[in-house]
């Protein structure tokens, strides 16, 4: 029985290493798709058809669909081995409510649905659960609500329930056949299989919000009639015991695709915000115009992109392909005032190069930025240890990038590190 249970449970972190080593690998080359086709769409030399403009605006949201599926994918893997985590905290329902209505407002919107948030008396303003989790869920069950709702709207209603506290998200959309209301719940599991052509979607959101209510210590019920509409209740406690809670969270939410954050169906990771519309340019790209970034990276299509992104933006790109080459770069160019580091690196990794930077002349100050593809628990807390200043999830989200770089090159820039 024990030697049962053992391969069981290393059968399942195999999995789980398989599914981080994919994620990985699918996320490397999506990153410079998303980045280069979202740099086409901007249309810079101003070259482009509005019908050429469209097609790199297809690319690209067709790359940020891609992304959310293996995310979700990574996401449901990791929960169902066990290495997901919930980190207890105080969470002010006022703030969370604000930033789901803030999110799924625009969505509910551009239907002409109306979307209303109503908390009973009896609610306390702060309970303590896992703020990004609690939202996750919400923001899948309004992201549905929206979703298979035409007319009428979408209320999101507060209260207390025999104990526990009861988040009900009732619509006024198509509703669920009785007989199909367990199985919207398993992994790709639509309601109605041609639905997914007139509505999106891959039907992976409810059964991650299902194992996240659990690890909530709450569940989440269903009641629906067709063609009047439904409501979905995530229950939950208002104190998710803080013991129950391991580590931290997974991953920085600093990530992801330029189109993710603003509209469409809830993105579901925890690894990331809504998408919506590609954002222009930033006031971040001002602040940096003429910083120089070193870039260490062994996967030259990454690199490619991310310096034609950053070249575009008024940076100077100095770029090294592994560990060695970047510390050497470093010591010839004082100048460098930011250094992007990929994590996975053949001979010096990420983490190691950092160590070594952080040796040299001035190496303490200087702001090194992580791009990881894999972000698995303890990943990121592997490389702070190791000196990282930052730790960012790809595909990388140029305006975000620019934004946190920013944070860290303060102009005016004073030249911080002497030259060996
Ligand atoms: N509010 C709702 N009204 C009607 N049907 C719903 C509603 N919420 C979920 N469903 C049904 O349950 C199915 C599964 O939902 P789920 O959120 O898991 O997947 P999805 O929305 O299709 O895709 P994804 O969330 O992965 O983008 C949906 O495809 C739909 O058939
Ligand atoms: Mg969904």
Redesign the pocket.
Request: net charge neutral; no cysteine; aromatic share 10%.
């Given at each position: 029985m024990e030697e049962k249970a053992q391969q069981l449970a290393q059968a399942s972190q195999y999995k789980t290493e398989f599914m981080a080593n994919m994620s990985h690998e699918l996320r490397t080359p999506l990153n410079s798709l998303l980045l280069l086709s979202r740099l086409l769409a901007e249309n810079p030399d101003a070259n482009l058809t509005p019908r050429q403009i469209e097609f790199a605006n297809t690319i690209h949201g067709a790359g940020s669909d891609l992304l959310?599926?293996i995310d979700?994918i990574l996401d449901l893997s990791k929960i169902e081995a066990g290495r997901a985590e919930v980190d207890a905290g105080p969470v002010v329902l006022a703030e969370l409510l604000g930033d789901l209505e803030q999110a799924l407002g625009p969505q509910a919107e551009e239907k002409g649905l109306t979307l209303a948030v109503e908390i009973s008396a009896d609610v306390p303003s702060t309970i303590t659960s896992d703020m990004q989790r609690l939202q996750q869920v919400l923001r899948?069950?309004l992201?549905?609500?929206?979703?298979?709702?035409d007319t009428g709207g979408v209320t999101l209603q507060v209260g207390r329930a025999g104990g526990l506290l009861a988040f009900a998200?009732r619509?006024t959309?198509?509703?669920?056949p009785a007989g199909?209301l367990e199985?919207?719940?398993e992994?790709?599991?639509?309601?109605?299989g041609t639905?997914?052509r007139k509505?999106?979607?891959?039907?992976?959101?409810?059964?991650?919000?299902k194992e996240l209510a659990r690890m909530l210590g709450g569940r989440i019920k269903?009641t629906?009639t067709v063609g009047e509409?439904?409501v979905?209740t995530l229950l939950v406690p208002e104190e998710l015991p803080t013991t129950a809670t391991a580590g931290s969270r997974a991953s920085t939410s600093v990530s992801l695709s330029g189109s993710r954050s603003g509209s469409m169906?809830?993105s579901?990771s925890g690894p990331t915000p809504l998408r919506g519309p590609a954002r222009r340019v930033t006031p971040a790209a001002t602040a940096l115009a003429g910083a120089t970034v070193l870039i260490v990276d062994d996967d030259v299509r990454n690199v490619f992109a991310l310096t034609s992104a950053l070249e575009l933006h008024g940076l100077t790109v100095l770029y090294a392909d592994n560990g060695a080459a970047g510390i050497r770069l470093l010591t010839e160019h004082p100048e460098v005032d930011v250094v992007l580091m990929d994590t996975m690196m053949p001979d010096l990794d990420g983490n190691e190069t950092t160590r070594l930077i952080r040796e040299l002349p001035g190496g303490r100050e200087l702001p090194v930025v992580f791009l990881t593809a894999k972000a698995m628990p303890g990943d990121r807390e592997a490389s702070l240890a190791a000196g990282a200043t930052e730790y960012v999830t790809k595909p990388v989200d140029l305006d975000e990038l620019l934004a946190l770089m920013a944070n860290w090159v303060t102009p005016p820039r004073r030249p911080r590190r002497v030259a060996r």
């Open positions: 959310r599926l979700d899948n069950l992201a549905n609500a929206v979703k298979f709702t998200v619509d959309g198509i509703g669920i199909k199985m919207i719940f992994a790709f599991q639509q309601a109605d639905t997914s509505y999106g979607g891959t039907g992976l959101g409810l059964s991650i919000s269903v629906s509409g439904s979905f169906a809830g579901l």
